[in-house]
């Protein structure tokens, strides 16, 4: 899981100092940018680092095994801080939090605050009472947080790429997954709310926006009983100054054709999609609950295929499901050596506590999960490296991040890359080209590897 930390210095050394560390998804992401921003900058300033300040606060992720043992560890780390007196307090909130409360503060006790997911508007209360040397819990039985444009956010990511929470919550039933047990419901925001907000992030300086959700695709479904996700990539098509905008967590059985459309036709919407499809063998479907059968998904990749022929498809895929059998493995091999994924994840099948699959018999045995998972991820490999052997000599639009370590080399993304789980590009140019992170640049690719590019520089890209 990926993780962010808040770089921001101040010196008002009266104010106690609150330091952030955000695991897991970018939808934490988002929520973390905003408990920060509800803080009172009189009182509280932003460090630099969460093992560097008054007040630690962690942000947990609990998807899935890997992800909940690496939010104890870094609570079990900051404990260590504190201990030496390099903290003071720990607050720690989020998914694991909802999801697991009352074993927290029975095991946890060096931990001063928890906070729910569907809490967060009690985030300064939270932190004011840490503060006076209080503990506390705040975790609502429901989850019901959705937040509005209104609301400041402290951004962690560089302020030409921003991400946009949709919507909170899932209304599926996949049998693998917990999420709605400790994030609830669909929910959707408005959409002129969402509007807004872009808006006033261009107005900061964004140039990418990236509307993430449990499943983005369902937008609007609650709200207006129909899937609004096409009309509101027509409303931010229209914002000058944006470049590009990018679809997250797009649930394949709710992918219009008008969404097919609008990806395809709108010039500031990246031909990317991101649509986990978790398996394709009719057996793992059905035992999934996803709602889908290989035959309605390989028509789906198919249209995407032929709508948007230069389409960057990026899925993650099961493997070690209950039940699975060698055979649903090979169906799913051949599946990825026919459609080639230009972006694709394998993940380990997680057998959760509350998930219906927990209870299902025939559980796979770990070590023919990671068999299955290495072999899965070697024939991506090979697949990755031929499909981006396919880019050289093609010249591409890259939004620069920074300069790499190498002289007059810089790296970047293309349109092709979601930030932090996707490749990169990096792009040589001449002693005389000074570039910033956020502009953008046209480079020809020279050079490729498994996962990265390699480009020479041609020009600003101004469009």
Partial sequence: MKRSEVERKSSASSRLSVGMLSLGCPKTLVDSELVLGSLDPKRYEIAEHVGDCDIAVLNTCAFIHEAKQESIDHILKL???????????????????????HELERELGEVDAFLGT????????????????????????????????EMNRIPLTPPYSRYIK???????????????????????????????????LVDQGARELILTGQDTTYFGRDTHREFLLPTLLKELNQIDLLRWIRVL?????????????????????????DMPLQHVSDRMLRAMKRG?????????????????????????????????TEQDLRELLEFMEVYRFERLGIFMYSREEESESA????????????????????????????????????????????????????VGRSYQD?????????VTTLQSVRLQPGDFVLA???????????????ALDSK
């Fill in 292 to 324: 889908t059968t290989k035959k309605t998904t390989t028509a789906l990749v198919r249209k995407l295929r032929s709508r948007i022929p230069d389409l960057a498809l990026r899925t993650t895929f099961i493997v070690g499901f209950p039940g699975e």
């Fill in 359 to 410: 209870s299902y018999g025939n559980q796979v045995p770990e070590s023919v999960k990671r068999k299955r998972f290495h072999e899965g991820m070697a024939l991506q490999q090979k697949i990755s490296i031929e499909v981006n052997e396919r880019l050289l000599g093609r010249t591409l639009s890259v939004l620069i991040e920074g300069r790499d370590g190498a002289d007059h080399t810089y």
């Fill in 118 to 149: 569907g809490d967060y508007d009690a985030f300064q209360q939270t932190i004011d009472q840490v503060a006076a040397r209080k503990k506390v819990t705040n975790v609502s039985s429901h989850p019901g947080f959705l937040y509005t444009f």
């Fill in 249 to 273: 967590y797009a649930y394949p059985s709710c992918v219009t054709d008008e969404l097919v459309d609008a990806i395809g036709t709108l010039d500031k919407v990246c031909h990317y999609l």
């Fill in 166 to 200: 949709i919507s909170e919550g899932c209304d599926h039933v996949c049998t693998f997954c917990t999420i709605p047990t400790f994030r609830g419901r669909h929910r959707s925001r408005q959409l002129d709310d969402i509007l807004r907000e872009a808006r006033l």
């Fill in 418 to 426: 979601a930030p932090e789980v996707d490749g990169v590009v990096y």
């Fill in 444 to 458: 020809t690719v020279t050079n490729t590897t498994e996962y990265d590019l390699h480009a020479q520089f041609v």
């Fill in 79 to 101: 404990a260590q801080l504190k201990q030496e007196g390099r903290i003071k307090a720990i607050v720690v909130l989020g998914c694991l939090v909802q999801r697991y409360q």
